[in-house]
């Protein structure tokens, strides 16, 4: 257990390895949604809309949980448990165009991923999830 990503498990959350990122709803039930994420050098990034369910439950309870497995080998895994502690707009959307690159090899979110016609109509959100918790496995230095 470690408070840092280890250096063994950065690239599952460095772009490429499809997410599991859990919020907690205003019931109190965890809610999972498979993501797209980053890794800044101290915060895990995941870019979503305004209005999605995600943003609204952290806007409730910013505790969350992202799971990044890895697909070659699904016993290398992350766990990161943490706080979203800062939501920036991603304005320019350097950020959801990034993540899509990481992803999918193109350039721009909107025109690849979402119809062309859809950019500029929504409020598209950077979430900087603090690690408080990070599980990995194995751990560095086993075997």
Same mark, same amino acid.
């Given at each position: 257990?470690?408070?840092?990503?280890?250096?063994?498990? =950065?690239?599952?959350?460095?772009?490429?390895?499809?997410?599991?990122?859990?919020?907690?709803?205003?019931?109190?039930?965890?809610?999972?949604?498979?993501?797209?994420?980053?890794?800044?050098?101290?915060?895990?990034?995941?870019?979503?809309?305004?209005?999605?369910?995600?943003?609204?439950?952290? =806007?409730?309870?910013? =505790?969350?949980?992202?799971?990044?497995?890895?697909?070659?080998?699904?016993?290398?895994?992350?766990?990161?448990?943490?706080?979203?502690?800062?939501?920036?707009?991603?304005?320019?959307?350097?950020?959801?165009?990034?993540?899509?690159?990481?992803?999918?090899?193109?350039?721009?979110?909107?025109?690849?991923?979402?119809?062309?016609?859809?950019?500029?109509?929504?409020?598209?959100?950077?979430?900087?999830? =603090?690690?408080?918790?990070?599980?990995?496995?194995?751990?560095?230095?086993?075997?």
């Amino acid at each position: 257990m470690s408070t840092l990503i280890p250096e063994s498990h =950065k690239d599952l959350v460095s772009g490429g390895v499809y997410t599991v990122f859990t919020t907690v709803s205003p019931s109190g039930q965890p809610e999972n949604t498979v993501v797209w994420c980053s890794w800044d050098g101290e915060n895990v990034l995941i870019n979503t809309t305004d209005g999605r369910r995600k943003a609204e439950n952290i =806007k409730k309870n910013p =505790k969350v949980a992202v799971l990044a497995i890895d697909a070659k080998n699904p016993y290398r895994w992350i766990d990161v448990r943490g706080t979203v502690d800062k939501i920036t707009e991603d304005a320019d959307l350097s950020n959801i165009n990034r993540h899509c690159f990481l992803y999918t090899g193109q350039e721009e979110y909107y025109g690849a991923v979402m119809p062309a016609e859809a950019k500029g109509t929504e409020k598209r959100l950077i979430l900087h999830i =603090k690690p408080e918790r990070v599980v990995a496995f194995p751990p560095e230095g086993w075997g």
